[in-house]
């Protein structure tokens, strides 16, 4: 209890008429902002996470069950079973082929999928809004794609080109069609300029096949459909199940690295604040010679005057904590406000909806990422501090008294 008297004596005591010394402050302004720093980091790598895989959750097949050879499946009974699950909405088939598209001298490969109208709107929230059942009608030929597609004209016609393959080697004429665009999406996110959607029974038709290549599950999961799909999996072994979350790897994956990096140069930002708390200690142990000398010889022992100085650093390390935790924690709540406004500043957009899912500034406190930071501060506070405290305890007390006379 004495030691921490002591330390709050030398940190809060006027030193050259002021209330903290200007190392201290330098330390207490260093910790702040490399905490608040990592809360804003943090929170707003969280958000961009947590938004961007709910946007992608939303958007794609959660579930995909494709045929891994040419066998014929009993599709019907697939999904019945798969129906039977309590936490599957809804399981529409669907036909996919790759594919050209041709039109005036331009060409581009796309992938065709062949969905049915009337349950798509059901199961892909992309497509929800849009009358699918009027624009994709049977044997019409009607195709559905983004609006910077090849030379996008409502009413001009394109020329698709399907190659006939057999064991990977491209056989016979290729399968050609005239179709029509009936409608765009405004939305690219989530989906390919290299897609297109048309009727299945179409598609189908012109690929004269009687079955879909697969089948798209929705569940009631609002993010996290893994379990379900490896039941799936266990239970359909000559069939390809695959999960939202695998197809959007690349996504994800790239998210959580960018957040470690920004962790890592931020955690040292950290560091480098600390190094200066252990410059304001080393200055106070120059400084109080005398006083550490005469508390030795009144009997003070090495671990008292470690103490003290050790409790100096953790004073200083709460106080730039507690600042930056409070002004970080304002600004996550205030987010929207101040991106806003910085954006109208600089003329910016920080999340273009044409590149990413959201056009916000997502913002999500994961309070365990807090505690975790604040306690590994206080570690590495009492880690750097114990080197000056050292340096204090091994003063020799004739040596410093007798300097000082």
């Given at each position: 209890?004495?030691?921490?008297?002591?330390?709050?004596?030398?940190?809060?005591?006027?030193?050259?008429?002021?209330?903290?010394?200007?190392?201290?402050?330098v330390a207490i302004?260093?910790?702040?902002?490399?905490?608040?720093?990592?809360?804003?980091?943090?929170?707003?790598?969280?958000?961009?996470?947590?938004?961007?895989?709910?946007?992608?959750?939303?958007?794609?097949?959660?579930?995909?069950?494709?045929?891994?050879?040419?066998?014929?499946?009993?599709?019907?009974?697939?999904?019945?079973?798969?129906?039977?699950?309590?936490?599957?909405?809804?399981?529409?088939?669907?036909?996919?082929?790759?594919?050209?598209?041709?039109?005036?001298?331009?060409?581009?490969?796309?992938?065709?999928?062949?969905?049915?109208?009337?349950?798509?709107?059901?199961?892909?929230?992309?497509?929800?809004?849009?009358?699918?059942?009027?624009?994709?009608?049977?044997?019409?030929?009607?195709?559905?794609?983004?609006?910077?597609?090849?030379?996008?004209?409502?009413?001009?016609?394109?020329?698709?080109?399907?190659?006939?393959?057999?064991?990977?080697?491209?056989?016979?004429?290729p399968i050609t069609?005239?179709?029509?665009?009936?409608?765009?999406?405004?939305?690219?996110?989530?989906?390919?300029?290299?897609?297109?959607?048309?009727?299945?029974?179409?598609?189908?038709?012109?690929?004269?096949?009687?079955?879909?290549?697969?089948?798209?599950?929705?569940?009631?999961?609002?993010?996290?459909?893994?379990?379900?799909?490896?039941?799936?999996?266990?239970?359909?072994?000559?069939?390809?199940?695959?999960?939202?979350?695998?197809?959007?790897?690349?996504?994800?994956?790239?998210?959580?690295?960018?957040?470690?990096?920004?962790?890592?140069?931020?955690?040292?930002?950290?560091?480098?604040?600390?190094?200066?708390?252990?410059?304001?200690?080393?200055?106070?142990?120059?400084?109080?010679?005398?006083?550490?000398?005469?508390?030795?010889?009144?009997?003070?022992?090495?671990?008292?005057?470690?103490?003290?100085?050790?409790?100096?650093?953790?004073?200083?390390?709460?106080?730039?904590?507690?600042?930056?935790?409070?002004?970080?924690?304002?600004?996550?709540?205030?987010?929207?406000?101040?991106?806003?406004?910085?954006?109208?500043?600089?003329?910016?957009?920080?999340?273009s909806p044409t590149?990413?899912?959201?056009?916000?500034?997502?913002?999500?406190?994961?309070?365990?990422?807090?505690?975790?930071?604040?306690?590994?501060?206080?570690?590495?506070?009492?880690?750097?501090?114990?080197?000056?405290?050292?340096?204090?305890?091994?003063?020799?007390?004739?040596?410093?008294?007798?300097?000082?006379?």
């Amino acid at each position: 209890m004495l030691a921490l008297k002591l330390a709050l004596n030398y940190s809060f005591s006027k030193y050259k008429a002021r209330f903290l010394s200007f190392s201290a402050c330098v330390a207490i302004i260093g910790i702040a902002l490399g905490i608040m720093s990592l809360i804003l980091t943090s929170a707003i790598m969280n958000g961009l996470q947590f938004e961007v895989a709910k946007k992608l959750h939303d958007v794609s097949d959660q579930i995909t069950l494709t045929k891994i050879s040419d066998r014929p499946v009993s599709w019907s009974t697939v999904i019945h079973e798969v129906k039977a699950n309590k936490d599957v909405i809804s399981v529409t088939p669907a036909y996919e082929t790759y594919a050209l598209l041709e039109h005036g001298d331009k060409i581009l490969p796309v992938l065709v999928k062949g969905v049915d109208p009337k349950q798509e709107v059901h199961s892909n929230q992309l497509l929800a809004d849009l009358p699918l059942a009027q624009w994709l009608k049977p044997n019409q030929y009607h195709f559905l794609a983004t609006r910077n597609i090849i030379g996008f004209e409502q009413s001009a016609n394109y020329n698709l080109i399907v190659p006939k393959f057999k064991t990977k080697l491209i056989t016979k004429e290729p399968i050609t069609q005239l179709i029509k665009p009936k409608g765009s999406l405004e939305k690219t996110y989530g989906v390919s300029n290299q897609v297109i959607y048309m009727n299945i029974n179409d598609i189908m038709k012109l690929m004269q096949v009687s079955q879909p290549t697969s089948l798209r599950v929705k569940t009631s999961f609002p993010s996290d459909s893994m379990p379900l799909s490896q039941q799936l999996a266990n239970h359909y072994s000559k069939l390809n199940v695959m999960d939202w979350s695998q197809s959007h790897r690349l996504w994800l994956e790239n998210l959580v690295m960018q957040k470690r990096v920004f962790s890592i140069f931020l955690c040292l930002l950290v560091v480098v604040a600390l190094f200066s708390l252990v410059a304001n200690l080393s200055m106070l142990v120059t400084e109080k010679r005398s006083e550490i000398a005469m508390m030795k010889t009144m009997g003070a022992s090495n671990g008292f005057i470690i103490r003290v100085f050790i409790y100096k650093g953790l004073i200083l390390s709460s106080l730039g904590m507690l600042l930056g935790v409070s002004i970080g924690c304002w600004i996550v709540s205030h987010m929207n406000a101040i991106s806003s406004q910085i954006e109208q500043m600089l003329g910016i957009k920080f999340f273009s909806p044409t590149l990413w899912p959201i056009d916000f500034v997502p913002t999500k406190m994961v309070w365990s990422e807090l505690y975790t930071m604040l306690v590994l501060t206080l570690l590495f506070t009492i880690l750097f501090a114990y080197f000056p405290a050292r340096r204090a305890a091994k003063i020799m007390p004739a040596k410093a008294l007798s300097y000082e006379a």
